[in-house]
Each structure stands twice: as C-alpha cells, then as structure tokens.
C-alpha cells in the first residue's frame, strides 16, 4: 500500500524524506513526491521509481517535509495524480494514505465554492477541505476538514509558514518515531529504523501536531493523549514485513483490511445501481489463469446461483486458442497483476470475437485496463509473496459483487436479499479475523502434511474450486505434489493412489452437498489416509471421522469459500515453513507472467 514519511528537526528533510521513501518501496508503489517547506513550499512527484526522482530533484534546503509513495487506486498513476497535492495557495500540502469515500460529492461542493483540482484522486479533496477550513491553525484545520470526510486515512499536512506538520489516523496505519531534537511520522518503522527505535503508535480517530522537539496526540475529543514509546527492536528487513516472517503471512494477516477497503464503495454504487456494469447480459464467460481461474471457478458458482445467469469458466490460455461460438457473452478477465499475457491475449480475442469485456484487476494502470471495456478494481494493495492471497479473496469479493449486480438487474434477488448479502459481506472482515485468531492451531494440524510425498485436497460445490486452490498454495511454496479434487470424482480413479502415506485434507461445510462429503471422507478414511478436515465450528459429526479438524465459523454456505480459503492459505504456509522452503519466492515462479 501506499507510504507516508514526514520529517521536522534539524537535518535536511530531503536526505531523510527520501532515505524514507526508499525504504517503503516494499510496500509497493507507482509514483512519489516530497514536499518541504524552505524559503517557500516546494513539491517533487512523479511516476515510476524513486530513483528516477530523486536524480531528478534539485537540492532543496528546508527542515520540514512530507513524502509519499502512491500505490494507485483512484486516478491512474501519473505525475498529476501522485502526492503530496498543494491547495490553490500553494501554501499548504498533503500526503494520504486510504480512501475518501465520499470524494466526489466533496469535490463537486469544493469546486462550486471555487477550488480548482489538478488531479483524478480522491485524497486531492482533503488539502481543499484543510484550505476552506484554514484560519491560522492548521490542526484545527485538519479537525475541521476531517469531520466532512467518510473514509479512511492515514493523513499529513504541512505549511509553509509553520514549523509542525500535523497529521490523523483512521483504519490506516500511522506511527511516531521519536529522536532527539527531531521527529519523524510514518506509515511503519521501517521508514525511520535509521533515526530512532523509539517508536509511538498512533489510534484510529487520534490526530497529533509534530516539531522537532514536541509531539503532540490529541483523541477523538481534542484531548491530550500521553502515550509511552515503544522499544523498537525489528532490524529493518523485519520491520518490512511488520515483524510477520514472511510477507506472505503478512499477507494473509492483511485479508480482513484488503477485503474491507475492496468491497467500501463497491457496496454504496450497488445500492444505487452504478456498480460495474450497466448492461444485463444472456450469458458470462469468465477468463483467467492459475488462482485468479480459480476465483473465476468459485465466481461461476455465484453468479448461477444468485443472478441465474449460465456462466461458463475457460482458462486465458486455453481460451485464445478455441473456435469460440455463439452470441457474445459478457467476458469477465481476472487477473490480480492485469499483465498476465495469456489473460491479455484472451481479452484481445474476446473483443475481436465482440464480447462485451470486464476486467478485475488489483493493479490501477495495469495493461489490461487498456484491454477491456470496463474495469473493476480490487483495493488488496501491493502483494509482495508470490503466492496471491489477499488478491484472491478481494477477487472473490469481486465475484459477490458482479453476482449481486447481475441479479439486481434482471430481479432475480429482491432489494431484501441483496441487502442480506451485503450485510453478511460486510462481517467478513470480523470472520476472517476469527481464523486468523486460530493460526496456531492450523499450524499444529499441518505436522501430518510435512512429510508427504503427495496430498488430496477434496472438495464438493462452492469449495471444489477452494480446494483446487488449496493444492495450487501447497505444490507452489511447499513443493509437495498436490491435487484439488471434486470428492465424488474420487472413486472415478484417484482412489487407487490413497493410503496412509496420503494425505487428504477436505472441506466440509454444511451445504446441501454435506451428507456426501461426510461419506467421501469415510472412503478416505477407510484406505487409511490421514484426514485433516476443515469445518464448521462444532461440528462434531466431522471430528468423528477426521484425524484431525480445522474450523471456520459459520457463514451463509454461498460465502463459505472465503474463510475456507483462508484456512488453506494457513495449511500451505505452514506446510511450507516447516519444510524449510523460500516461502516467498518459489523456485520457478513469478509474480506475474508476462509471457506465454
Ligand atoms: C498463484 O499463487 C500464482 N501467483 C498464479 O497462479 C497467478 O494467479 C497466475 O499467474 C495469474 O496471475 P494474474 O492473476 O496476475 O493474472
């Protein structure tokens, strides 16, 4: 996700905004810019890589500074649309980290009272807000503009004739680093581990005025916070992964915030009809590779489910090479990086062949925006492992979406159903957290896979493509051969390879498939196979026949492969770590595949 640093001391801010940029460069980025208060306010942003930038910038003296790597989500990334933004005064400047919800609105009403943006972004509305409600102290300010603001933030400001910049937290992280003489905010430690290892958290709701030598955190009420440090004792290469082991568990730890900021104004542009598409249509084909074609697989699902609309899965590089018959459907493209080439190729041809095209991406930018007609972009953030995790449960929330929409346009749900869903939707941020809070004992139940030459992963519905998704994780980080099978298709062959050096993990949620998936794992069980099951929470009819059980809470069956997902993303990652493997970076793999 995006980065903030902001520096007030005696060094020049320069040297230490970008030695701060630099060091956030991991969490991902496509422009960044400074902005330091010297003689006057001066900015310097741009597209591409901070080095660019920063061999680019001429010496600016100046003691006070904000800086900014920008991972898009509104507005394309461009020079324009990369922080910080001044207001029409050139006085002020911010940087922000999150979404403004309610931006457009804010920005219609700013520019009938005569403010002039430069940039597509949401985040321009807030160094307008500060402007409007400026009246000689800027923490007031900021106060003021934020009580107009729906969303949330990680947010610094400056001015060019003060000696503080002053900042506010909302969903979004923001920490204090303390040093002597000097302070410094940030996104995460990493951006100040050269400075200090003193380090002050700041809550949601809380806003602060940082000097050089005085901090100050106000709360929700204006009241002064007094706070201890923390002792920060994270070398810097841990503190890129929040102290996580690998980014891929930090990843995975992410997916209640990722899955939250993705669906955040989705759901309010349902609810008025605006949300992705405007045309219903007769049928959907839906086109990707690898995870993201699993995420196509559980969409199918979805969409037959809630919108009744027959919807057929191809994999991009099967698809480009097919007759491809009939009335042209709707040809949904899923690709978190939106450079796959085969994905590419595939919207090319689906064009060519006149099908109305959609993509989900989670890249702003990406090529493949250029591709399609529409675009919808998940808000994972930046995914480092290169095993996709939170891209892939945003892209379910994709799929929910797209369902909902569909069935909101030909009736097939009324307004109380789909109101029902969004409400569930809405909790599962709150239930992923429920299995995350279990990790520990995920990780116990993975000692009967470590060994394994081979494991199952069995599925029924819904959660066949969870479970093919499931084996993808294990065979790409742990090296273990894995297989994702409908359980009914069992006894159509794999039977004959299970005994009690394999392992078979299966899903089992009570659907209306439950009964039979009971009865696959009694097969299982009965060729000796060790059983890891992943469940409902208290069902002890599954304990019963499971060697072991993993549990979920329990969800409406249609959203089940989201938590499901997530306890297969834990069983792999564990796996893996006690095989010893490079967890992030697995031999052979790319995060994106450019070729095909
Ligand atoms: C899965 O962990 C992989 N990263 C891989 O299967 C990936 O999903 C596939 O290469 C497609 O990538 P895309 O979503 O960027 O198109």
Known sequence: MCGIIGYAGPREAQEVLLDGLRRLEYRGY????????????????????????????????????????????????????????????????????????????????????????????DTEVLVHLLEKHYKGDLHAALREALKEVKGTY??????????????????????????????????????????????????????????????????????????????????????????FEHYMLKEIFEQPTAIHNSLLESLDELESGTLMIDHDAPSIKLVACGTSYHASMVGKYIIEALAKIPTTVELASEYRYSPGTGEGPLTVLLTQSGETADTLAAAREARRRGCPTLAVT????????????????????????????????????????????????????????????????????????????RAHEVEAATDMLVPARDVFFLGRNINY?????GALKLKEISYIHAEGYAAGELKHGPLALLDAS?????????DHTYEKMLANISEVAARDSPILAIGLEGD?????????????PKVNPILSPVPLTVMVQLIAYYTARK?????????????????D
């Open 154 to 243: 990680a947010v610094v400001a400056i001015r060019t004739d003060g000696r503080e910049l002053v900042a506010a937290r909302k969903e979004n992280p923001l920490v204090i680093g303390l040093g002597v003489g000097e302070n410094i905010v940030a996104s995460d430690v990493t951006a100040m581990l050269n400075y200090t290892n003193k380090a002050l958290y700041i809550m949601d709701g809380e806003t602060v005025v940082l000097g050089p030598s005085k901090v100050t955190i106000y709360d929700v009420d204006g009241r002064t916070v007094h706070r201890d440090p923390s002792i920060i004792t994270w070398t810097v290469e841990d503190a890129k992964k929040g102290g």
């Open 579 to 595: 095989r010893g493997c490079p967890i992030d970076k697995p031999r052979n793999l790319a995060k994106s595949v450019t070729v």
């Open 362 to 437: 989670n890249v702003v930018g990406s090529t493949i925006a250029r591709e399609v007609d529409r675009v919808f972009y998940t808000k994972a953030g930046p995914e480092i492992g290169v095993a996709a995790t939170k891209t892939y449960t945003t892209q379910l929330m994709a799929m929910y979406l797209l369902g909902m929409r569909l069935a909101q346009m030909r009736r097939a749900m009324g307004r109380d159903e789909i109101r029902e869903l969004t409400s569930e939707l809405r909790g599962m941020p709150r239930y992923i957290g429920k299995v995350l809070d």
């Open 465 to 469: 493509p969870t479970m093919l998704e």
């Open 540 to 552: 002890a009819d599954l304990a019963a026949v499971a060697d072991s059980t993993v549990s979920v």
């Open 502 to 510: 394999t392992p078979v993990v299966a899903a089992c949620v009570k």
């Open 30 to 121: 496509d422009s960044a810019g400074l902005a330091i208060v010297g003689s006057s306010l001066k900015v310097f942003k741009d597209k591409g890589e901070i080095s660019k930038l920063s061999s680019s910038m001429p010496q600016l003296r100046g003691h006070l500074g904000v800086g900014h790597t920008r991972w898009a989500t509104c507005g394309k990334p461009s020079q324009q649309n990369a922080h910080p933004f001044l207001d029409c005064t050139g006085q002020m400047a911010v940087v922000h980290n999150g979404i403004i919800e309610n931006h457009l609105a804010l920005r219609k009403k700013l520019i009938d009272e005569g403010h002039v943006f430069t940039s597509e972004t």
